[in-house]
């Protein structure tokens, strides 16, 4: 089992910036792919960004130039930095790995864009 911690969420104004990070444990040995995930209110769960264990990275269309995603394997910690907040960036955040067959998620934390 991997356990995943999610923090860094809050309430930001437009064009304001946070930094999420997420903690794996537990069996880590192995761990692939991170992401972050994010599902809005009555949306569906969509991906943010994902970075590979060599560095990879790939980022929904949404938030390319503004969102930069970030893993450091010694610490097992992937980090995503937003930029240039909008409401529409307002949803719940999750930690999301890969390892061996098995996606793992955490309990998410939430990013609320407003004035």
């Known amino acids: 089992q991997v356990q995943l911690v999610e923090s860094g969420g809050g309430l930001v104004q437009p064009g304001g910036s946070l930094r999420l990070s997420c903690a794996a444990s537990?069996?880590?040995?192995?761990?692939?792919?991170m992401a972050w995930y994010r599902q809005a209110p009555g949306k569906e769960r969509e991906l943010v960004a994902r970075i590979s264990e060599g560095g990879t990275t790939t980022y929904a269309d949404s938030v390319k130039g503004r969102f930069t995603i970030s893993r450091d394997n010694a610490k097992n910690t992937v980090d995503l930095q937003m930029n240039v907040l909008k409401a529409e960036d307002t949803a719940m955040y999750y930690c999301?790995?890969?390892?061996?067959?098995?996606?793992?998620w955490g309990k998410g934390t939430l990013v609320t864009v407003s004035v």
């Open positions: 537990g069996r880590i040995f192995g761990i692939n792919l």
């Open positions: 999301n790995v890969l390892r061996g067959a098995m996606f793992y």
